[in-house]
């Protein structure tokens, strides 16, 4: 798939190839894996609070690395603090309004231009030269520009993250416009499909499946141009609020803040991963077969 | 734009359904100004109502006749008359049964059969009471919301049945629709085409590589050299008596003999067009 974009969560994808190919190496039991998933997590606190607490290392170094790398306790504190006096959730609605602000306005705008310019030859070899330079471009630098565009409120957020979507759901249905199978488009057209009504019963879905095989991906990058949007210049969210700790070196709150946005992301990620289900059920699932 | 071709009823003519008038296909070659000529001066007829099967080597040219008749493809010279009419753009009185998996994907077993109702513009609960109505009759009642990946092979071509036969073409078009499955599976989708078959005479063209299903199944024949610029070299009326049932026919002495006599044309082509593909290979 041409979704090379960072932050596409492939790991879990790869693991399951590999295991497919080579069943004698039956994977670890679900309760062993989650034992060495605690168990990681724990070593790597058990070594962060060790380094920063004065009395297990030297009171010098414990207290400079505290410094650079917080401490454990107090991020943790922060994190309950947010949620116990509901701080937090004005900042992560914003967040979240904005991720998805992005998403819906940037897969449209990708359907729709990526349709156009894959049925039609003549304008996609008109914009080639351009789309290949824009998306080349690190787009992340045109937030300063979105800022005096649309200030700091939502929108700057948004077309930030408009423009990190845009690209990937274009690709994508550029691509599956093109993959298209021509006997299942002759097999339309000797049923009698008018144009329209091909590019309604055979692009749209063929497109949109390739999209919804890409959503991990751009809902990712929604999320990522809103908090990247938000730390460079914002009057609210999670963004924002790591951009202020940071102002005042307040370590501990800015590693809170990106627990709580590593946190939702998974969530977000885990609710792309229950809609993709519902809606991909015609997709043909490499393993059909289920372990009594 | 094919609603109005097919609500008319047919008027059964004198004109064959079906004939090519000196077609030649040729294409463009990797290289520039070269040409590949697949098929060279093809004439051929067929009847109204008529079942006719063309048989030839593999490669050579069967299925860019048979995306001629369908309109799919416009032949370098010559023309396609359908039922007298000069053909241009799709062929809107033939139903295509491919020889690939051609159901989309994304739509269920009922939706796929509806699709070619729904084109035309019929009601929706319309279209799915027909589509659920040639799913049982193609033996498929229980399976109307499987999607195609979950349906097996012999039953996907069970769905392309239907899909094509809904809409009740005045010609149809087979490209090795049962080349792909297994022999019990074919014999009974074979028979299971006759019976449909023998209810209302459509006029078919029937392209197999299997000289056995193509005497089973036609009241004709037709050899074609092997390619490139194949053209037909043998034709044979099959006298064999209906109904038939493709298994049993085959132990008749009379098949044995058309067989023969029908191989006895093709064996030369097959090992012409094996000599073709192993040079090619090298």
Same mark, same amino acid.
């Given at each position: ?114 349709l156009?310019?894959a049925l ?56 599956g416009v093109?993959?298209v ?17 091909l590019l309604r019963?055979i692009y749209l879905p063929s497109a ?85 | ?6 609500? #008319? ?5 004198? #004109? ?10 040729? &294409? ?7 040409? *590949? ?58 139903? *295509? ?17 509806? #699709? ?138 009379? &098949? ?27």
């Amino acid at each position: 798939m041409s979704d090379g974009a960072p932050g596409s969560p492939s790991l879990a994808a790869a693991r399951k190839g590999v295991t497919r190919e080579k069943t004698s190496h039956a994977p670890a039991g679900r309760w062993t894996l989650a034992l060495w998933h605690v168990a990681i997590l724990a070593v790597v606190f058990g070594v962060w609070y060790a380094l920063t607490t004065p009395g297990i290392v030297d009171a010098a170094y414990a207290n400079r690395i505290a410094f650079f790398f917080g401490r454990p306790l107090e991020v943790i504190k922060v994190v309950i603090a947010w949620f116990v006096s509901g701080k937090i959730y004005p900042h992560l609605a914003i967040t979240l309004w904005e991720t998805l602000l992005a998403f819906a306005i940037g897969s449209v705008l990708g359907l729709v231009i990526g349709l156009w310019l894959a049925l039609s030859p003549t304008a996609s070899a008109i914009a080639e030269p351009y789309i290949t330079a824009l998306n080349a471009m690190p787009r992340v630098i045109l937030a300063p520009i979105f800022a005096v565009w649309f200030g700091l409120g939502v929108l700057s957020k948004v077309a930030l993250g408009v423009t990190l979507v845009f690209f990937i759901v274009f690709f994508n249905v550029y691509q599956g416009v093109k993959e298209v199978s021509p006997v299942v488009l002759a097999n339309a057209r000797m049923l009698g499909a008018s144009r329209q009504q091909l590019l309604r019963s055979i692009y749209l879905p063929s497109a949109t499946s390739w999209v919804f095989s890409s959503l991990h991906t751009s809902v990712g990058m929604a999320f990522v141009g809103a908090v990247v949007g938000e730390y460079l210049g914002s009057a609210k969210g999670v963004g924002y609020l790591i951009l202020q700790a940071e102002g005042v070196f307040d370590i501990n709150t800015v590693i809170a803040g990106i627990v709580v946005l590593t946190i939702f992301a998974l969530l977000l990620d885990f609710a792309v991963t229950k809609i993709e289900a519902r809606l991909l059920v015609w997709r043909p699932r490499t393993a059909q077969t289920e372990s009594l | 734009m094919n609603a109005t071709a097919h609500a #008319a009823a047919p008027a059964r003519s004198a #004109a064959p359904a079906l004939a090519f008038e000196r077609v030649t296909c040729a &294409f463009a070659g990797k290289n520039a100004g070269e040409r *590949y000529t697949a098929v060279a001066d093809t004439s051929l007829v067929v009847g109204d109502g008529e079942f006719v099967s063309v048989v030839g080597p593999t490669g050579c040219g069967k299925s860019t006749l048979l995306n001629v008749a369908a309109g799919l493809l416009a032949p370098s010279a010559g023309r396609t008359l359908v039922a007298g009419e000069p053909l241009s753009g799709i062929n809107a009185r033939a139903g *295509y049964m491919f020889q690939a998996d051609a159901l989309m994907p994304w739509r269920s077993a009922l939706g796929n059969v509806s #699709a070619g109702l729904q084109f035309r513009g019929v009601a929706r609960d319309v279209a799915a009471a027909r589509a659920r109505e040639w799913l049982a009759r193609v033996g498929l009642t229980g399976f109307e919301n499987g999607y195609p990946h979950q349906l097996s092979g012999g039953m996907r071509k069970r769905v392309a049945l239907a899909q094509m036969l809904i809409l009740d073409p005045e010609i149809l078009l087979m490209d090795e629709p049962f080349s792909a499955l297994d022999i019990q599976t074919r014999q009974l989708m074979e028979n299971e085409l006759l019976d449909l078959w023998s209810s209302n005479r459509k006029s078919v063209l029937f392209i197999t590589h299997d000289l056995e299903e193509a005497i089973a199944l036609s009241d004709r024949v037709i050899v074609l050299s092997a390619g490139p610029a194949t053209h037909p070299i043998g034709e044979f009326a099959i006298d064999l008596p209906r109904p038939r049932d493709v298994a049993e026919i085959r132990l008749s002495p009379r &098949f044995v003999e058309l067989h023969e006599a029908i191989w006895h044309v093709l064996k030369s082509e097959v090992l012409k067009g094996y000599a073709q593909g192993k040079r090619s290979a090298q």
